[in-house]
């Protein structure tokens, strides 16, 4: 018998066949599965931060605005040119943005953080803010939590 090796087991002989591919699919479906779930975990994961990243964003932008918009009637001066402009302060930019993240619905992300909010020149609102993102499955491949910060601007205009 030429490739064919022969074990004997108590009463009944077993052939073992090197050609024989029965039973070597299991170790393929096994492994492309584990595979198949990795994928759909990383994708999941990085869609979720995606769109907390989004949220916050969308939050720093709307603190940015509210923050813009927050100046005093009293604080309008006509420029050189005759047109009029709000002047903006740190403390009245700070006090609207915290004011919007207390009343926004969004503002429920984990570990919100009002980073800074400043008036770089007079006219403009920008807002920092800062947020732990977690993933909606913790794995191996996929940390417990990742920071992030985004930085909004807005423009105050008085027209």
Do not use: K, N
């Amino acid at each position: 018998m030429s490739g064919v090796s022969s074990v004997t087991t108590g009463v009944r002989m077993l052939r073992l066949d090197p050609r024989d591919d029965r039973g070597s699919i299991l170790p393929l479906v096994a492994g492309f599965g584990a595979l198949a779930l990795a994928v759909v975990l990383l994708v999941s994961a990085a869609t979720s931060l995606y769109l907390e990243r989004t949220r916050l964003y969308t939050l720093a932008d709307g603190a940015a605005l509210a923050a813009a918009e927050s100046f005093d009637l009293a604080s309008v001066r006509p420029t050189a040119e005759g047109t009029l402009r709000p002047r903006l302060t740190d403390p009245e930019v700070r006090a609207a943005a915290a004011d919007y993240l207390e009343q926004a619905p969004g503002s429920r992300l984990e570990q919100l953080l009002l980073v800074a909010a400043s008036t770089p020149d007079g006219l403009s609102a920008r807002v920092t803010l800062a947020a732990v993102w977690a993933p909606p499955v913790v794995s191996v491949f996929v940390p417990e939590g990742i920071p992030l910060q985004v930085t909004a601007t807005s423009r105050s205009v008085f027209d």
